[in-house]
C-alpha cells in the first residue's frame, strides 16, 4: 500500500518568514495530493491541494509543488503569521476503485511574534 | 445543516464494554471514512465505505467494526475496548475522489 513520509515533525519560524513542509510517497499510481491544518483541539480542514496533471498551485499566501518523477511534493507557506500555528497534514490518494488517502505523521508549526 | 456530525464528543469507556461511535453527514457524499489520531502517528484509516452497502478494512482495522446501511450513517463499534483504544476518532466524508471533511471528532478513554 501507500507509504507518506512527512518532514520536518516540527518546525518553529519567526513571523514574516517562509515554511517549507516536505512529502515523498510510495505509490507511483497516486494522483492526488492533500493539505489539511488542524488547529489544537479541531478538526483537519484542507488548505489545498493538488493533482498529478499539475506541478504547482497557489492560493495567496499558500502554494504547493509535486514532483511525480521524484514522487515528491511540498507545502510552502509565505509571510507567516502567528494565526498559520497548527499541525499539518500531507495525505496521497490511493489509486484504483477503493480510494482512500494515506496520511503522512504531521509536521507541528510554530510562528514565533 | 450540520455537514457532518460525531456523538459522542467524549467518552470514559472500562475495557471490556461495547461501545459504538456515531457519524452522521446531511451532505449526501457517497464515501465515508474512520480514522484515529494519535500523538506523533498522525490519521490512520481504521475503516472505510466507498458507498451504502459496502465497507472495506483501513490500515488499523482490528478491534474494531463498521457497517453503512445507507448514505447518510457510519457507526463504528468496539467490541470490547481495550486501554490501546484510547484516541481520538474522526469520521471524514467525500462526495468522489476529492476533498474529506472531517467530523469534530470523538475523544474517548479507555481504562
Known amino acids: 500500500g501507500e507509504n507518506v513520509e512527512q518532514h520536518p515533525s516540527t518546525l518553529s519560524v519567526q513571523e514574516g518568514d517562509s515554511a517549507v513542509i516536505k512529502c515523498t510517497y510510495s505509490?507511483?499510481?497516486?494522483?492526488?495530493f492533500p493539505w489539511y491544518k488542524q488547529e489544537l483541539g479541531k478538526r483537519p480542514q484542507l488548505i489545498i491541494d493538488?493533482?498529478?496533471?499539475?506541478g504547482e498551485k497557489k492560493d495567496q499566501r499558500i502554494a504547493v509543488t509535486l514532483n511525480k518523477t521524484a514522487k515528491h511534493f511540498s507545502l510552502h507557506i509565505t509571510e507567516t503569521q502567528p494565526e498559520d500555528s497548527a499541525v499539518y497534514f500531507c495525505?496521497?490518494?490511493?489509486?484504483?476503485?477503493?480510494?482512500?488517502?494515506?496520511f503522512g505523521k504531521g509536521t507541528l508549526l510554530t510562528v514565533n511574534p | 445543516i450540520a455537514g457532518i456530525t460525531q456523538a459522542p464528543t467524549s467518552q470514559i469507556l472500562a475495557a471490556g464494554r461495547r461501545m459504538t461511535l456515531r457519524c452522521t453527514q446531511d451532505?449526501?457524499?457517497?464515501?465515508m471514512y474512520w480514522y484515529r489520531q494519535d500523538l506523533g502517528l498522525g490519521l490512520r484509516l481504521i475503516h472505510y465505505s466507498n458507498t451504502a452497502g459496502t465497507t472495506g478494512k483501513g490500515e488499523v482495522p482490528d478491534g474494531y467494526s463498521v457497517s453503512r446501511a445507507n448514505t447518510d450513517d457510519f457507526p463504528l463499534t468496539l467490541a470490547s475496548a481495550v486501554p490501546s483504544q484510547t484516541s481520538v476518532y474522526f469520521c471524514?466524508?467525500?462526495?468522489?475522489?476529492?476533498?474529506?471533511?472531517f467530523g469534530p471528532g470523538t475523544r474517548l478513554t479507555v481504562l
Open positions: 471524514a466524508s467525500s462526495p468522489d475522489r476529492n476533498e474529506q471533511f
Open positions: 493538488i493533482r498529478s496533471n499539475v
Open positions: 505509490d507511483s499510481a497516486s494522483n492526488y
Open positions: 495525505a496521497a490518494s490511493s489509486g484504483g476503485s477503493n480510494y482512500k488517502l494515506t
Open positions: 451532505m449526501r457524499h457517497n464515501a
